[in-house]
């Protein structure tokens, strides 16, 4: 999958979970919660279809590929432990992820953005690729120019939400600071993991 640019409220009524954050798709979720489309009848899907919309899942929620998602899938099958705990974990250390758990942006695609525009430093070196995976005691601060300090400091008075126990935030200073890695408990989507993992199994 590329890329998403389409109407997100669609996905988000289509996977029956808020994958998308932005303003519209939520109102437009909460007018209507059912799946997109003309005469559709609540038809319980196959467990294929069931896998498959899990994995649309997390492939729309932290804005992945196929092969980006088999890539992942691969590295966490070679470790010990729940491969699937292991999967999701590895992506919330993306840093388009880390970004939005912090409270830079208000959603995934807006942190994916200013990455990508070089807004932002790991460890005072421009990173522009989102899938950079972080790892413990990485720095990530905002580029000193002053008009991505004021757009940043608006943002992050606006973000939702506390940042997670492994990251430490710092509005005033624009400055976030990984302290560990996320656990189980530090996933930020519901999803049914074990069924992708079956899935990529094949």
């Known amino acids: 999958m590329a890329r998403y640019t389409g109407p997100k409220a669609r996905i988000n009524r289509r996977l029956g979970a808020m994958i998308y954050e932005n303003g519209g798709a939520i109102r437009a979720m909460e007018r209507r919660d059912n799946p997109p489309g003309m005469h559709t009848r609540q038809r319980r899907p196959s467990n ?43 992506c919330e250390r993306r840093l388009d992820n880390v970004v939005r758990r912090a409270g830079f942006a208000k959603t995934r695609p807006q942190a994916r953005q200013g990455i990508a525009h070089g807004h932002f430093q790991v460890n005072g070196i421009k990173v522009t690729k989102p899938s950079f995976i972080m790892r413990p005691g990485d720095v990530i601060t905002v580029r000193r ?58």
């Open 48 to 90: 294929y279809g069931l896998a498959l919309m899990e994995k649309q899942k997390i492939k729309h929620y932290y804005g992945l590929g196929q092969r980006q998602l088999r890539r992942y899938f691969e590295m966490v099958s070679r470790k010990t432990g729940n491969t699937g705990q292991l999967l999701l974990m590895l």
């Open 145 to 202: 120019r002053e008009n991505l300090l004021n757009l940043y400091k608006f943002l992050a008075s606006e973000a939702h939400g506390d940042a997670p126990d492994w990251l430490a935030f710092d509005a005033e200073t624009l400055r976030a600071t990984v302290q560990g890695l996320p656990g189980p408990d530090d996933i930020s989507l519901q999803v049914d993991v074990n069924m992708v993992v079956e899935f990529l199994s094949r």
